[in-house]
């Protein structure tokens, strides 16, 4: 993979506008596979509230939670894809080449994070850093997942705070899309995992589809 070069600045405003206009271009083909990732975080949820404190409960929300995290990597594909210029499909998003790195990636980034959360800083530090592990992995699926997460720090340095004003933003987005009978959490998972794919790529000084 290439160093990272000096690249123009994006805004928040730029990424949410161009995730927005995407999304509503490829409503129905993104749209669907943030439906199977939102149907991934139902099934977690409710693994977990129905486990009880036994090992095969425990065993059963580990589970669940990894299924959730794999169904993830689906939408950054599908998000990378639409900032490209293609037009997603279940197929490709969800094809099983990088799961390994990724989920190996996945473990550190939520221990890591958790790990920060307890002094609240430090975590959201971590994750602000190391968010674009996802999006290496995407486009490089035999990188390591130690790579990965080392190839994110370099992406994000010089716009972590940009990234953290985009981290809130996205953050009440999904919100207001949980308060809209939860549905709406399907629309603000696509535009959420779009704008990243747009501030990934200009970050890496990579074409971006024009809309």
């Not at 490829?26 to 939102?38: H, M, Q, W």
């Not at 509230?49 to 036994?54: D, I, P, R, V, Y």
């Not at 207001?176 to 549905?183: E, Y």
Request: aromatic residues 10%; charged residues 10%; proline residues 5%.
């Amino acid at each position: 993979m290439d160093p990272v070069r000096p690249l123009p600045k994006f805004t928040i405003g730029d990424a949410v506008t161009y995730s927005w206009n995407a999304c509503w271009r490829n409503f129905a083909p993104i749209c669907r596979v943030a439906l199977v990732v939102f149907a991934g975080n139902v099934l977690a949820y409710i693994v977990a509230a129905a486990s009880q404190t036994s090992v095969l409960g425990t065993a059963f929300t580990l589970l669940a939670l990894l299924l959730d995290v794999a169904l993830v990597f689906g939408l950054v594909r599908a998000s990378l894809d639409v900032v490209e210029g293609r037009t997603p499909t279940i197929a490709d998003a969800f094809r099983p080449d990088g799961y390994g790195p990724y989920l190996v990636a996945s473990v550190l980034f939520l221990v890591g994070t958790n790990i920060g959360l307890i002094l609240i800083i430090p975590g959201i530090i971590f994750a602000i850093v190391f968010q674009f592990y996802a999006y290496v992995i995407a486009e490089h699926p035999q990188v390591r997942a130690v790579d990965a997460l080392r190839r994110s720090a370099q992406i994000t340095r010089g716009a972590r705070i940009r990234l953290l004003g985009l981290a809130a933003v996205l953050l009440l987005l999904n919100v207001a899309g949980a308060f809209l009978c939860f549905v709406g959490l399907i629309v603000t998972y696509a535009i959420s995992a779009t704008a990243l794919a747009y501030v990934y790529r200009l970050l890496t000084g990579q074409p971006i589809a024009a809309l």
